[in-house]
Nanobody, 115 residues
Framework: QVQLAESGGGLVQPGGSLRLSCKAS????????MAWYRQAPGKQREWVAT???????RYADSMRDRLTIARDNAKNTLDLQMNRLKPEDTAVYYC?????????WGQGTQVTVSS
């Protein structure tokens, strides 16, 4: 059984930083695109950033200048560095990956930005 496990969420003050991590485990033959999504209370899940298997990155326009996404193919991990966080960044952040050609989601990690 393939799983994605996120970590690194928590409470941070406005203007602060957090680094989220995601690790894929199980019997893995291939991992394609990996990405982060988020879902704020009462809102639909939205895409945040993607890192392809070849390392190409894309970011949501609303957060582009505050994010860095990176993956380690040897360790099957995906990180998201978030800077200058705002209260509106409060959400559950989900890791997503295409593993063995199947879409796979993590359970999510809560990020709360509040003073």
């Amino acid at each position: 059984q393939v799983q994605l496990a996120e970590s690194g969420g928590g409470l941070v003050q406005p203007g602060g930083s957090l680094r989220l991590s995601c690790k894929a485990s199980g019997t893995i033959f291939s991992i394609g695109d990996m990405a982060w999504y988020r879902q704020a209370p009462g809102k639909q899940r939205e895409w945040v950033a993607t890192c392809t298997g070849s390392g190409r990155t894309r970011y949501a326009d609303s957060m582009r200048d505050r994010l860095t996404i990176a993956r380690d193919n040897a360790k099957n991990t995906l990180d998201l560095q978030m800077n200058r966080l705002k209260p509106e960044d409060t959400a559950v952040y989900y890791c997503y990956a295409v593993i063995n050609y199947l879409q796979t989601w993590g359970q999510g990690t809560q990020v709360t930005v509040s003073s």
